[in-house]
């Protein structure tokens, strides 16, 4: 089963809205790294949902993306897509995980990750 892991606030002022999130609920805002700033939304007391901030890319300037974890990227791309899928940048390694990118049938984007 995937589970909602983590989210991206997609923006083309993501600074704005990193001040703007920090300010209104008291997230902890990392610095930037990559046009992309880390977000935590709870603590060890009261659990969050953490995820981040990013400048949106060409593909997908603004907006909000759910992250799932699966336990094979390969696999959850190939099903999605079976199931009306659009992939919008296939499997990136990063140090820790793979990330791959889709839109729904619905047009709805979400974010598959794979921890290594």
Do not use: C
């Not at 992939?87 to 390694?93: F, N, Q, S």
């Amino acid at each position: 089963m995937g589970r909602v892991i983590g989210f991206e606030l997609n923006s083309q002022e993501p600074e704005k809205a990193a001040e703007f999130y920090s300010k209104v609920f008291g997230w902890e805002i990392s610095e930037p790294h990559w046009d992309y700033w880390s977000v935590m939304t709870g603590d060890t007391v009261k659990s969050g949902i953490n995820g981040g901030i990013a400048k949106g890319p060409d593909d997908y300037s603004q907006g909000i993306r759910i992250q799932i974890e699966v336990d094979s990227i390969d696999e959850a791309i190939s099903t999605a897509k079976r199931n009306g899928a659009k992939v919008i940048r296939g499997k990136m390694e990063f140090d820790a995980f793979y990330l791959a990118y889709l839109e729904d049938p619905v047009k709805l984007g979400i974010g598959l990750i794979q921890k290594k």
